[in-house]
Nanobody, 114 residues
């Protein structure tokens, strides 16, 4: 059983910053690939950023230069630092981990007001 628990969402004004955290627990592989996806109302879930166990990162074009993904392999935790937030970043953000199967967190709401 794998559990992903997100935290750090909230309401912020445009131009502000938030930091999301996702802690993995349970029967987890050593240093799995992890990442963040988001889903806005009426839209499909989309990739935001991923990071491999070795630290290689990948970002959606829409967040490059504004968001930074990182991880702490000792704590089995992945982070998403979001700066210069825009109203279009408003969505539910989901933590993801790949360990044979894709595992998902319950989601955390991020709302950016204009």
């Amino acid at each position: 059983q794998v559990r992903l628990v997100e935290s750090g969402g909230g309401l912020v004004q445009a131009g502000g910053s938030l930091r999301l955290s996702c802690a993995a627990s349970g029967s987890i592989f050593s240093n799995p690939a992890m990442g963040w996806y988001r889903q806005a109302p009426g839209n499909q879930r989309e990739l935001v950023a991923t990071i491999t166990g070795g630290g290689t990162t990948h970002y959606a074009d829409s967040v490059k230069g504004r968001f930074t993904i990182s991880r702490d392999n000792v704590k089995n935790t992945v982070y998403l630092q979001m700066n210069s937030l825009k109203p279009e970043d408003t969505a539910v953000y989901y933590c993801w981990a790949l360990m044979g199967y894709s595992y998902w967190g319950q989601g955390t709401q991020v709302t950016v007001s204009s």
